[in-house]
């Protein structure tokens, strides 16, 4: 079975500091037609998660710039340049390239 | 603007039976992949089943293999959820999502506990 893992599972941040959370599926996620369907998603405390990267890196409609993803085969990751209040939550990746999609475990992000 | 509002959700004993629908607005229906995610608890995201924009393809986490069904209605621009053979273990908020390879839509969610 594919397994996606994040790291780390919590992440205490500084306002104004970056921060980097890790993806890694046990499987490649390139899909036949070439393309890679890595998404990243935020959950804030008590809404539906919310979809921020999808295909690895393409950012969603009214995600700020300060959010980006990256990597490919088995590794991802989301970056935030410089972390603001409004980030606080848990964030996923989620691999759709193989039926059933697959989450990580959540990685909690939290002002220090 | 695109909503989805499922519906369904409740209080059921072990064993039992419960079907949540989700109805869709403001997109064409019929275009897209539908799936269905669930999330105990306390706990993180799981993705349950899947159905292709014409319901011909599904498919289903192990975990509720041969229990639960998927099917969509075009016509209604509906996607429903039928679980049988309810365990605690399937209690959870379950959300409809749009875009079975990256849901860019969900819905508010609705919940199911399975208790006696």
């Known amino acids: 079975d594919l397994v996606m893992t994040q790291s780390p599972l919590s992440l205490p941040v500084t306002l104004g500091q970056p921060a980097s959370i890790s993806c890694r599926s046990s499987q490649s996620l390139v899909h036949r037609d070439g393309n890679t369907y890595l998404n990243w998603f935020q959950q804030r405390p008590g809404q539906s998660p919310r979809r921020l990267i999808y295909?690895?890196?393409k950012r969603d409609s009214g995600v700020p710039d300060r959010f980006s993803g990256s990597g490919s085969g088995t590794d991802f990751t989301l970056k935030i340049s410089r972390v603001e209040a409004e980030d606080v939550g848990v964030y996923y990746c989620m691999q759709g390239t193989h039926w059933p999609g697959t989450f990580g475990q959540g990685t909690k992000v939290e002002i220090k | 603007e695109v909503q989805l509002l499922e519906s369904g959700g409740g209080l059921v004993q072990p064993g039992g039976s419960l079907r949540l629908s989700c109805v869709v607005s403001g997109l064409t229906f019929n275009s897209y992949a539908m799936g269905w995610v669930r999330q105990a608890p306390g706990k993180g995201l799981e993705w349950v089943s899947g159905i292709s924009p014409g319901g011909s393809t599904t498919d289903y986490a192990d975990s509720v293999k041969g229990r639960f069904t998927v099917s969509r209605d075009n016509s209604k621009n509906t996607l429903y959820l039928q679980m049988n053979s309810l365990r605690a273990e399937d209690t959870a908020v379950y959300y409809c999502?749009?875009?079975?390879?990256?849901?860019?839509?969900w819905g508010q969610g609705t919940l199911v506990t399975v208790s006696s």
């Open positions: 999502a749009k875009d079975a390879s990256g849901p860019d839509y």
């Open positions: 295909k690895v890196s």
